[in-house]
């Protein structure tokens, strides 16, 4: 079993360590396999002979269900593990649930997990193929590749596109994937939250920071609205939701006083009348429900290029139509 590929390296942890032309090949890779999910019969024989274990350590509705997915339509074989369904609970550590899984002679894994640094861990210590689905308030690197998709769909190019990822900034490892491939692609990179959920260190990123969400939503062509992290939170980052839903919360009327329309991105799961007001969220410039779908195509992408696809084969690979 060889685990490599020349164009890709043999895993996905993150987006800061790939290059700018690398991502454009992930993108361009998932635009021929966005189609196969519009067909009646969603299978194609990509993927025919592999297998991959989901191992989610943590809550995932989207993500989970995208990567199953995903795998499914291109003919893996999938296998789902949680922690709470496996021997994690009886004390097992991650290596070694790992080890084991190996042993049964799979090909791929998919990790999510709490700690940051859990799928690079993993990686360095198992020969099958590793892709984070989400680690800590590291990375999340298939959700950032998703949402420059529908960015790239939207505006046609992603290069002088100014994107404000606004909320959460602190805990979100939707905000650093989407830092580093917006940046490398080009786009101008603003933030925008409460400066007790803004890192102190976020200028070095490359991103200018907006204290006053009315000054991002002038300034950008696209928000990427983040919901706020209640389960990283100990208390004592905001004083309460609905102060916070007043001087951050990105509502119509807000939207409506700027001088051009925006794109509405949230990765999910959304806070109503928290962090998104539902006028927005299920309003005409929302871009919500295309990010998922968008989602599928991605993995779709990264998957078969772990596996050793060749970029310019996608087109031709997905042809074969399973009855
Ligand atoms: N966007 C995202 O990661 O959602 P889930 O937590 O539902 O996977």
Same mark, same amino acid.
């Given at each position: 079993? #060889?685990?490599? #590929?020349?164009?890709?390296?043999?895993?996905?942890?993150?987006?800061?360590?790939?290059? *700018?032309?690398?991502?454009?090949?992930?993108? %361009?890779?998932?635009?021929?396999?966005?189609?196969?999910?519009?067909?009646?019969?969603?299978?194609?024989?990509?993927?025919?002979?592999?297998?991959?274990?989901?191992?989610?350590? !943590?809550?995932?509705?989207?993500?989970?269900?995208?990567?199953?997915?995903?795998?499914?339509?291109?003919?893996?074989?999938?296998?789902?593990?949680?922690?709470?369904?496996?021997?994690?609970?009886?004390? !097992?550590?991650?290596? %070694?649930?790992?080890?084991?899984?190996?042993?049964?002679?799979?090909?791929?894994?998919?990790?999510?997990?709490?700690?940051?640094?859990?799928?690079?861990?993993?990686?360095?210590?198992?020969?099958?193929?590793?892709?984070?689905?989400?680690?800590?308030?590291?990375?999340?690197? #298939?959700?950032?590749?998703?949402?420059?998709?529908?960015?790239?769909?939207?505006?046609?190019?992603?290069?002088?596109?100014?994107?404000?990822?606004?909320?959460?900034?602190?805990?979100?490892?939707?905000?650093?994937?989407?830092?580093?491939?917006?940046?490398?692609?080009?786009?101008?990179?603003?933030?925008?939250?409460?400066?007790?959920?803004?890192?102190?260190?976020?200028?070095?990123?490359?991103?200018?920071?907006?204290?006053?969400?009315?000054?991002?939503? !002038?300034?950008?062509?696209?928000?990427?609205?983040?919901?706020?992290?209640?389960?990283?939170?100990?208390?004592?980052?905001?004083?309460?939701?609905?102060?916070?839903?007043? +001087?951050?919360?990105?509502?119509?009327?807000?939207?409506?006083?700027?001088?051009?329309?925006?794109?509405?991105?949230?990765?999910?799961?959304?806070?109503?009348?928290?962090?998104?007001?539902?006028?927005?969220?299920?309003?005409?410039?929302?871009? +919500?429900?295309?990010?998922? #779908?968008?989602?599928?195509?991605?993995?779709?992408?990264?998957?078969?290029?772990?596996?050793?696809?060749?970029?310019?084969? *996608?087109?031709?690979?997905?042809?074969?139509?399973?009855?």
């Amino acid at each position: 079993m #060889t685990h490599t #590929t020349a164009h890709f390296g043999k895993d996905l942890i993150g987006l800061e360590s790939l290059s *700018a032309e690398q991502i454009l090949l992930i993108l %361009d890779t998932a635009e021929p396999f966005k189609e196969i999910s519009e067909r009646r019969i969603k299978k194609v024989p990509v993927l025919r002979g592999k297998t991959i274990v989901n191992l989610f350590f !943590e809550p995932s509705t989207r993500t989970r269900i995208s990567f199953e997915f995903a795998e499914k339509r291109l003919s893996a074989d999938t296998v789902n593990i949680t922690s709470t369904g496996s021997s994690v609970v009886k004390g !097992e550590t991650l290596v %070694d649930t790992a080890r084991n899984l190996e042993a049964m002679r799979i090909d791929m894994v998919v990790i999510r997990h709490g700690s940051s640094g859990a799928p690079r861990f993993l990686s360095e210590r198992i020969p099958s193929n590793v892709v984070s689905a989400g680690d800590g308030s590291h990375e999340h690197p #298939t959700q950032a590749l998703l949402d420059l998709l529908t960015i790239r769909d939207r505006l046609a190019k992603i290069e002088g596109a100014r994107v404000c990822i606004v909320g959460d900034i602190l805990h979100s490892r939707v905000a650093r994937s989407n830092i580093y491939g917006l940046t490398k692609l080009g786009a101008e990179v603003g933030v925008c939250g409460p400066p007790t959920l803004m890192p102190v260190d976020i200028e070095e990123l490359g991103v200018t920071v907006f204290r006053h969400v009315e000054e991002a939503i !002038e300034w950008a062509d696209v928000l990427n609205v983040l919901r706020l992290q209640l389960e990283r939170m100990q208390g004592g980052y905001v004083p309460s939701l609905r102060e916070y839903n007043r +001087i951050y919360g990105v509502s119509r009327a807000r939207l409506e006083r700027a001088s051009k329309e925006l794109l509405i991105l949230h990765p999910g799961p959304m806070n109503r009348g928290v962090e998104i007001d539902s006028d927005v969220a299920d309003g005409p410039d929302s871009v +919500i429900l295309d990010q998922v #779908t968008n989602g599928i195509a991605v993995r779709m992408a990264v998957l078969y290029l772990l596996a050793g696809g060749a970029p310019e084969k *996608a087109e031709s690979a997905k042809g074969g139509v399973e009855e």
